[in-house]
């Protein structure tokens, strides 16, 4: 039933973003947040603990009712407090994945898989099992119960478990948190997969952020129930009103694609879009063409007025200064890198010795690149 006696809503146009207003006030806790999201790719909700991410998308899911709600999914209308309307959870077509894989116990991993996907008249399944099955790599798994499987196992069939019911919005609720690194290396190539593969826009809560970098499109940074925050994950991340770009580890992500491989050194190069300058770094091959995304630490970028001579650097590019900021006795500097950014940190004596300004020509000098997603 609909909420409140209220008849279902006239189908709305399909405009590919997500939209959300959710006022949500409890005894010591308030969130009043407004998102607009895309409808495709991954969408991190990010913040400390605390801030309001898990209440967040429990609104989404329709577990939790705020006193003022708004939300339409690509066109449909799912909740609206000024016209009394409210879709509860059972009929919003999503999946949920929490930090714990919560199987049945007494059902062994296919009947798991099966009693979510018969929550889908048959006609309207988008996802199909064996599909799911490859796509999480546990086709293998199908007879074994879920006390004989490991944490990422499960995790991996929760996931699957999830998506056999052809969601149109999957929510993820910090889906590695309880698993240690070893185990989140294994499940993480698999969410990378999911991202590339399906047209199934996520939301993805975290307050890990390698995850983030490594996962996101978007990224929301929500502090105490608000969005501070909202915007393309490599632009959002060199704000610099915001904590990433004046933190320690303050780093900027970059795609490129896979152009060669090394075999006697066993280095990787990467072209980037809009510059004919190359990333190498120490990794074994991937397919020609194959895209991917690194980051780059701003520590670990230094500059120079000349192209440095016989260095032992990998990777010295041409940049263009584009903005800078003063960092106590230190200076962050915004670099335009072709089509994309990086971020600097050097002392101000080296920025006055090198009498930095915008719009000026130099060249990074990149101590290291870290691969995030092949």
């Not at 939790?64 to 066109?75: F, I, K, T």
């Not at 449909?76 to 077509?93: K, M, V, Y």
């Not at 070893?182 to 993805?204: A, M, N, S, T, W």
């Not at 879009?273 to 670990?300: F, N, T, Y």
């Amino acid at each position: 039933m609909f909420g409140l006696g209220k008849s279902a809503p006239l189908p709305m146009t399909d405009d590919g973003r997500i939209r959300a207003h959710f006022l949500v006030q409890r005894a010591g806790f308030r969130l009043d947040v407004d998102l607009d999201l895309p409808a495709r790719g991954v969408s991190a909700l990010f913040g400390h603990s605390g801030s309001g991410k898990t209440s967040c998308l429990r609104c989404f899911a329709g577990l939790e009712r705020p006193q003022q709600g708004y939300l339409q999914v690509a066109g449909e209308l799912w909740q609206d407090s000024a016209q009394g309307f409210f879709l509860p959870a059972h009929r919003r077509a999503i999946g949920y994945v929490f930090q714990d894989a919560n199987l049945f116990p007494h059902l062994n991993v296919r009947r798991n898989l099966e009693y979510g996907q018969k929550r889908i008249p048959t006609a309207q399944r988008k996802v199909a099992l064996d599909q799911a099955l490859e796509l999480l790599g546990i086709g293998h798994l199908l007879e074994r119960m879920p006390s004989a499987l490991s944490g990422g196992e499960r995790q991996r069939v929760g996931i699957a478990r999830a998506l056999v019911t052809s969601p149109r919005l999957l929510l993820m609720d910090e889906p590695l948190a309880s698993l240690d690194l070893k185990r989140k290396q294994e499940v993480l190539p698999y969410l990378q997969r999911l991202h590339q593969e399906l047209d199934i826009p996520v939301l993805y809560v975290s307050h890990a952020p390698d995850e983030v970098a490594r996962l996101a499109d978007h990224l929301v940074l929500l502090d105490e129930g608000q969005v501070r925050a909202s915007g393309p994950l490599k632009e959002t991340l060199l704000r610099a009103d915001l904590p990433f770009a004046s933190d320690d580890d303050a780093e900027a992500v970059i795609d490129g694609r896979v152009s060669a491989h090394d075999p006697a050194y066993q280095l990787l190069s990467l072209t980037l879009p809009g510059s004919e300058a190359q990333l190498r770094l120490p990794h074994a091959p991937l397919p020609i063409g194959a895209p991917v995304r690194v980051k780059i630490k701003a520590r670990d970028v230094s500059l120079s007025r000349r192209r440095a001579e016989d260095s032992s650097l990998l990777n010295l590019l041409p940049v263009t200064v584009e903005s800078w900021q003063p960092l106590e006795a230190q200076v962050l500097l915004t670099l335009r890198l072709g089509e994309q950014r990086l971020l600097a940190r050097i002392t101000r004596f080296s920025f006055d010795q090198l009498a930095i300004s915008n719009g000026q020509a130099l060249w990074a000098q990149v101590k290291s690149v870290s691969l995030l997603a092949p």
